[in-house]
């Protein structure tokens, strides 16, 4: 089977003393060179990759730094597509649109922004920057990445609202289909399938996903008859875990066609 991976990161980050702990470096498997993660795909046999810079350390300017690379990157190799780290926080402006004049560089086929570092999707402070970085990415045939998870600023009541508000015109990935336990029951339950109802142009994918949740995913897509293409495999590697990842939602999709389009056919129609 053809496995295509939707969502994966580029970049060292330096050691920071998360939670109150010494300095450490928990994304072990990190890549700092374009060497280093396509030695990664051949070994993996990941024919194709959307890969986002790496990003958890409060200084955003870290992860800004990785936009370069992986442009490079997906200059480097056709089985690569670029992700543009983006954000819409006040202070990080200049540094937003500074990465928003790569958007049409060969290969960027998607935006990433989260609110693990700070903002929150309904607030006015970032509603400004949001609009902007919508714009870019519907002038220029962008998907739009949003970080979920359960709580504060990430969890899918709040993310909930750039769907309202921007996924008529823009296609806008989930990563993680929130996260965990409450943000897979709000969406498998009714979310998910109410707003591709709607007309969302709506896409996720579970790396990160609680054991229950692809199953029951794949069986409502089949009770509901929706949304068999709207869900892709990521790794999220070096936060996930590639064998891992593969294995549990190849049991949930299977190799027929749900498999065929979660593992790579959906990722051609979205990142051609």
Known sequence: MIVADAHRHLGVLPAYP???GPPVNPDLTARAT???LLADLDAEGTEMALVIPNYGVPDAAVSFGFNELVVEAAARDERIRAG???SPRPQDAELTAKALTLATEPGVRALKLSFLLGGHPTGDDVRPALDEIFAVAKDNDLVVHVHTSPGAASDIDHVGHLVD???DDVRLHLVHFGGG???HIKLIGSRFFDWIADGKQLYTDLS???GFAPGWLAAEIERRGIGHDRVLFASDQPWGDHAGELARMRAAM????LGELVF???FEHLYH
Request: hydrophobic share 40%.
């Open 84 to 86: 543009l780290w983006v």
């Open 18 to 20: 998360f939670y109150g």
């Open 34 to 36: 374009v060497d280093e």
């Open 208 to 210: 990160w996903a609680i």
């Open 254 to 257: 299977g190799d027929g066609e």
């Open 264 to 266: 790579h056919r959906t």
């Open 181 to 183: 336990m409450s943000g």
């Open 165 to 167: 508000t921007y996924a």
